[in-house]
């Protein structure tokens, strides 16, 4: 799907467009199904080429995550514990926001920092802190170490792979599904892990 790749939204949307995706990926419950990673690695990638200047990619980008991450937490701050008991539609899934509370949960307030490398988790994660009554101070301490460490290793990593691998362009698309792939294994392990945990429970009453 055209609207999903990666080197067709860098291609076609150009700078400006990785920016307005990372900022509604971060922050907005709708956005959770944007290719964050993939998309700033791939970004990368480019301004290796000179399609555009990494510092203003790693800085603006860095910029979007962080605001998104501040409208998240907002939104969930005013809405409050009603998001949990609010009905699933096409853009909102329960299930989503279920998940970044376990995450928030076991891993508190270092959350904010972690769920930017975990896909769906990122999105959610603010607007949960917000729900909870995160300190804002607190928040935006984590906001800012989180969004800087997540742009800055993973478009700098593509700039870096593109400086040195001649023609990367040509294994552009297995090392993008190697991306999804790896973002993708915490999200895994945390859904398998509270099955696991949900079952040893029930075989506990039994």
């Known amino acids: 799907m055209h609207l999903l790749d990666p080197e067709f939204l860098v291609r076609t949307l150009g700078l400006i467009g990785v920016l307005a995706i990372v900022f509604a990926e971060s922050g907005l419950f709708f956005g959770f199904f944007l290719p964050g990673d993939s998309l700033l690695f791939t970004a990368g990638l480019f301004a290796s080429q000179g399609y555009f200047s990494i510092f203003l990619l790693i800085f603006g980008a860095m910029a979007a995550a962080i605001l998104g991450d501040n409208i998240g937490y907002a939104f969930g701050y005013r809405v409050g514990q009603t998001i949990y008991t609010r009905q699933d539609t096409f853009l909102f899934k329960k299930k989503h926001v279920e998940r970044a509370k376990v995450f928030y949960e076991k891993y508190g307030s270092k959350t904010i920092v972690l769920a930017r490398f975990v896909p769906i988790i990122r999105t959610f994660a603010p607007i949960v802190a917000g729900v909870g009554q995160m300190s804002y101070e607190k928040f935006l301490r984590y906001n800012i170490l989180g969004g800087a460490l997540w742009v800055t290793i993973v478009a700098g990593s593509g700039f870096l792979l593109g400086t040195v691998v001649p ?14 792939v790896i973002s993708f294994l915490p999200v895994i392990y945390e859904v398998i892990a509270e099955r696991m945990k949900k079952k040893k429970g029930d075989n506990s009453q039994n």
């Open 167 to 180: 023609n990367i362009d040509q294994y552009l698309l297995p090392i993008i599904v190697l991306i999804i």
